[in-house]
């Protein structure tokens, strides 16, 4: 998930995607709803079961799987909205700062955690919210950077990755008798630059991607040792999501574009899924065991729209085969998934929408027989404009050294005497 500054300018380039969002709701026979409406009407047609609009730019999504409140992070403006889908209502709208990179729930304890920025104040803050009301209870600084959460509920821990910072904030919840909630800090150095952060609380592992080495690390969170670095694809993004029940680690890498399954026992990665292009967000708890990946469709420094992505990839989670493709609509970005609802949510950014999906195997899905020719394609692409901006370089470099060698050569015949002094004439 993404909240850097870049990409905040990024959204002034989309004035136009109120047009788009028209265009693609028509399409999709679910209509315009004002805004902080939500419709759950079966009339729109399987799989879609509803569509929410709360706030602008929707990102990070968090499932309370024992309540089934969903949790959502808007980027701009800063907003974190707790939405009934059973009732169809929203709870309550908490506002923070200028934007609100990602958020995570603990189903144990029902806190909600948010990572917020403010650019104009260059600081970041975690708040703890309450989940029934959206009550913040709690703040504290983190390092600046694409902020991602990861909770241990055994422990009571939270980590936060600050990539800008180079560090991973470390909290310990502890609760008074008065029922008053601590955080005590300490700092991780785990990587040059972390972003992706997800934990394994039954083996009290931490594993953090981090975007300038494309690595996993593998924190053991007792003894504080390193047990492992891995190499995946590149650019592994928030959300890095865990199956403690099986230790599988599931890591979106957007600019490899492919899913990386990790073997949390033995520590080696033993799948590589091809997507659709610069996916984001991941869920794989679902009744039906497919993993469902959002494609953005737009690198995190893009400022164009026209290759943005409207699709989530269905993976088979035992075989990981690519089952196929499912239109959303544009930029989806954050997903989660309740298994006892059966239903899938998909935050499209770019159409400041929130939709349901029915999380069902009879998904009207788009063939996914291309999916390997077309990453293999974006791989080249991307290899041709690194190529073309080489030559370029080269060329120009070649001509500044060109003209350099051939102004020297005037400048060493000016200097140099047209007839010698042995040679002058007697006359």
């Not at 909205?81 to 009732?87: K, M, Q, R």
């Not at 679902?286 to 953005?296: F, H, K, S």
Request: charged letters at 15%; proline letters at 5%.
């Amino acid at each position: 998930m993404t909240t850097r500054p870049t990409k905040q300018k990024k959204r002034d380039n989309f004035l136009h995607s109120g047009i788009i969002l028209t265009a693609l709701l028509a399409s999709l026979a679910l209509g315009f709803f004002p805004s902080a409406s939500h419709s759950t009407s079966y009339a729109a047609g399987f799989p879609f079961i509803g569509v929410l609009y709360a706030g602008r730019h929707p990102e990070g999504i968090a499932v309370d799987t024992q309540t089934h409140i969903v949790y959502i992070a808007y980027e701009g403006p800063g907003l974190v909205v707790g939405f009934d889908p059973i009732s169809g209502h929203v709870r309550w709208k908490t506002p923070f700062a200028d934007t609100v990179s990602d958020v995570q729930v603990d189903s144990t304890t029902h806190r909600v955690f948010a990572t917020s920025s403010s650019f104009r104040k260059n600081k970041s803050v975690l708040s703890i919210l309450d989940g029934a009301s959206g009550k913040i209870l709690l703040t504290a600084p983190i390092g600046n950077g694409d902020n991602g959460i990861a909770i241990d509920t055994k422990r009571q821990r939270v980590y936060v990755s600050s990539s800008d910072s180079g560090v991973v904030n470390a909290f310990t919840l502890q609760t008074s008798s008065t029922s008053q909630l601590r955080a005590i800090p300490s700092n991780l150095s785990i990587g040059p630059r972390p972003q992706a952060i997800g934990v394994n609380s039954r083996l009290g592992r931490l594993y953090v991607g981090d975007i300038a080495n494309n690595t996993i690390t593998v924190y053991d969170e007792d003894t504080n040792r390193i047990l492992a670095i891995i190499s995946i694809a590149a650019l592994p993004v928030q959300p890095l999501r865990v199956d403690e029940s099986n230790g599988r680690v599931y890591v979106v890498c957007s600019n490899g574009q492919e899913l990386d399954v990790i073997d949390g026992n033995t520590n080696k990665v033993i799948a590589s899924i091809p997507t659709g292009s610069y996916p984001e967000g991941v869920a794989f708890n679902t009744a039906t065991g497919r993993i469902y990946v959002a494609n953005e469709g737009q690198k995190d420094n893009s400022f164009a729209d026209n290759t943005a992505n409207t699709t989530i990839t269905v993976i088979d989670g035992q075989t990981f085969d690519v089952l196929g493709t499912l239109k959303v609509g544009q930029s989806p970005d954050g997903v989660e998934a309740d298994p006892q609802l059966r239903r899938v949510y998909v935050a499209l950014e770019e159409s400041d929408a929130v939709v349901e999906v029915s999380d069902s195997v009879d998904l009207p899905l788009i063939p996914a027989a291309n999916l390997h020719q077309a990453a293999t394609v974006h791989t080249a692409i991307s290899a041709l404009q690194v190529a073309f901006d080489v030559t370029i370089i080269l060329m120009v470099l070649t001509i500044i050294a060109a003209t350099l060698v051939a102004l020297s050569q005037r400048w060493r015949a000016r200097e140099t005497p047209r007839t010698l002094p042995g040679d002058v004439s007697s006359r």
